[in-house]
């Protein structure tokens, strides 16, 4: 075996790493550019690059879902603000949440790895700090991924057998049959997400197009075909009203109310990091992950607002469709504006693309855990991180999610708030997860970050600054100390039947994570990351210091003469050990 590649050090390649900036990558083979970057970040190549930009922005347009994502938090932005939460909530937050992502993608083209929300955090940390910011970052958003699938699949069956209550009135749908239909689309998608990357990559991009070709279908048939004017109203409600009419659905005042729909905005708007997990498998990852991560946010935004707006200016009665023994305010809101055979196909068409976007997010959320499992942070990381030899993906980690996403919806069985806490872990876990790097990028690094070839140059630190403050506002707390967008509706005099709620929020809120044995050899040495390096452990070489850019000459022979000499007793001992 002799050392292959461009033999390029860390300081060479434009990331920000674990490594010191003159170790040198070595491999079995000659390394692409894609390879070499990962290299650099210390982790060895073990997927097929078959994402494109394309590709990769339809996996993420997927999991965003945007026509099924309103379906499924509608009753958050309407039942809590009315049509002013809509549209000036979605308005305000997303302004925000580009924030987020621009500042996001220019981390993700410096450390384009699966894993790489927590091994930003863990590099740029100070000194010292970086388990403990890998710990907080890789919970947070495993939590966020791991509940994103099951959310999704609970809101499609609930949106599927609403369709069957408005096909036979007689019929009520039962807790059991929700639990049951879950579980079942959650096993579908978890076979298809076991399929081999290009396959995943091409169903994902009809669902994207369907998602996409859906959603704009959707905002031209409801205000073209809405029979508002046959029940006595106007076609449109009057702009007065469905900006400035707050609905009273909380005991909070309206300006609260309105900070308490972003959590409709952020869950909706949450899976727009999915190119990040995906850029191990994505080609020219550095440029075209950062790139499907800001579309994904702008467009998804965009046209998000649009849906808000058509629905603002056509419900009829907010009380009916949020209090509708239909269980599913999308269907009841429908209904409510549309004759009935219309009303059924476009719950319909929200169904396919649900699917679509459940399977989205269960692709992504098997990176993240694969990723995870990598680095030996989850417990039987031996037996997750092993990618299948005939699919090359991470079979294994799907079907630990799929467990973990069945065992979620067993909230089901504890009422609609606790299953609702499902969406409020997914979307304050996905925040506070994109934040803390963001925020440590901000604030602490200086100079230790290496821009990627996508970057916001000078305007890198005012748009973090607004990603961060962005998150602290959801952190506001008063009289029950808990984030805005995880507070109930009602204060603590009323709080009587919070049931499995208050467990899964935790005291006072506060959500509260284990601490696996793995998490605490992170917690009390440094992030575990496997690579292929020489020297360290018999893994790398320390060369030139990092900032250098480069070695001298005899630097980097001296480098190279250890590379070869290592290279050549990995084939000897592979030699014996086949004999």
């Known amino acids: 075996m002799s ?16 490594l010191e900036g003159g170790a040198l990558p070595t491999y079995t083979r000659a390394l692409n550019a894609d390879e070499e970057v990962l290299a650099a970040l210390g982790y060895k190549p073990e997927f097929k690059r078959e994402f494109s930009l394309w590709t990769t922005f339809c996996v993420s347009f997927a999991v965003l879902g945007l026509l099924p994502s309103f379906a ?34 220019e ?85 298809i997400s076991s399929m ?30 809405t029979n508002r004017e046959a029940q006595g109203f106007p076609k449109f409600t009057p702009s007065k009203v469905v900006w400035g009419s707050f609905y009273e659905g909380t005991d909070f005042p309206d300006g609260l109310a309105l900070l308490m729909t972003f959590v409709a905005v952020i869950w909706t708007m949450s899976g727009y990091d999915a ?23 702008a467009i998804g935004g965009s046209f998000g607002w649009f849906l808000q707006l058509v629905v603002a200016y056509t419900v009829i009665d907010i009380d009916s469709v949020i209090e509708s023994d239909l269980g599913q305010p999308w269907a009841s809101y429908l209904l409510q504006v549309m004759p009935q055979k219309t009303a059924l196909a476009i719950l319909a068409l929200t169904i396919m693309c649900a699917f679509s976007m459940g399977q989205g997010c269960m692709v992504a959320a098997s990176r993240v855990t694969y990723a995870y499992a990598r680095d030996d942070c989850l417990p039987l990381s031996h037996l997750i991180k092993r990618v299948n030899k005939h699919t090359q993906t991470p079979v294994n980690a799907v079907w630990f999610n799929t467990t973990i996403g069945m065992v979620m919806v067993l909230l089901i069985f504890g009422g609609s708030i606790a299953v609702g806490a499902l969406f409020s872990i997914a979307a304050v876990a996905a925040f506070v997860a994109f934040t803390i790097p963001i925020f440590i990028r901000v604030f602490f690094v200086g100079n230790r970050f290496r821009p990627g070839p996508w970057n916001l140059g000078k305007f890198s630190y005012p748009i973090g600054v607004a990603a961060c403050a962005f998150v602290a506002l959801m ?5 029950l100390d808990m984030p805005c967008v995880w507070r109930p509706n009602v204060r603590n005099d009323h709080l009587v039947d919070c049931g499995c709620a208050q467990v899964v929020q935790g005291s006072k809120g506060k959500l509260t994570l284990p601490v696996s044995e793995e998490f605490r050899l992170i917690l009390r040495d440094q992030v575990n990351i496997e690579h292929q390096m020489l020297g360290r452990e018999d893994n790398f070489t ?15 022979e001296r480098l190279e003469a250890e590379a070869a000499e290592a290279a050549e007793a990995a084939e000897a001992a592979e030699g014996r050990r086949k004999s």
């Not at 050392?3 to 674990?18: F, L, P, Y």
């Not at 639990?179 to 998608?189: C, E, Q, Y």
């Not at 320390?542 to 980097?556: F, T, V």
Request: with cysteine; glycine share 10%.
């Open 3 to 18: 050392t292959a590649g461009r033999k390029k050090s860390v300081a060479d390649e434009q990331v920000t790493s674990a």
């Open 72 to 105: 499924s938090t509608l009753y958050y932005g309407m039942g809590y603000a009315g049509t002013p939460g809509m549209v000036w909530g979605w308005l305000i937050a997303m302004l925000f949440i580009q924030c987020v992502a621009m500042s996001m993608a």
């Open 107 to 191: 981390l993700c083209s410096s450390m384009p790895t699966s894993g790489g929300l927590y091994y930003a955090s863990a590099v740029l940390a100070p000194p010292g700090y970086g388990p403990l910011a890998a710990w907080l970052t890789g919970w947070s958003n495993w939590l966020a991924q791991v509940t994103g699938a099951p959310s999704v699949d609970y809101a499609m069956a609930a949106m599927i057998l609403a369709a069957g209550s408005i096909g036979n009135p007689e019929y009520v749908p039962q807790n059991y049959q929700i639990f049951l239909l879950t579980v079942m689309i959650l096993f579908i998608h978890g076979c």
């Open 196 to 225: 081999p990357t290009r396959w995943i990559a091409n169903f994902n991009s009809v669902g994207s197009s369907l998602n996409i070709v859906g959603l704009i279908v959707v905002i031209i048939i409801i205000p073209a075909a």
């Open 275 to 297: 190119p990040f997990h995906l850029s191990e498998e994505c080609s020219n990852a550095n440029i075209a992950s950062p790139r499907a991560i800001v579309l994904t946010s």
């Open 475 to 479: 952190r506001y707390n008063n009289e």
């Open 542 to 556: 320390k060369g030139a210091k990092e900032g250098s850019h480069g070695s001298s000459s005899g630097s980097m």
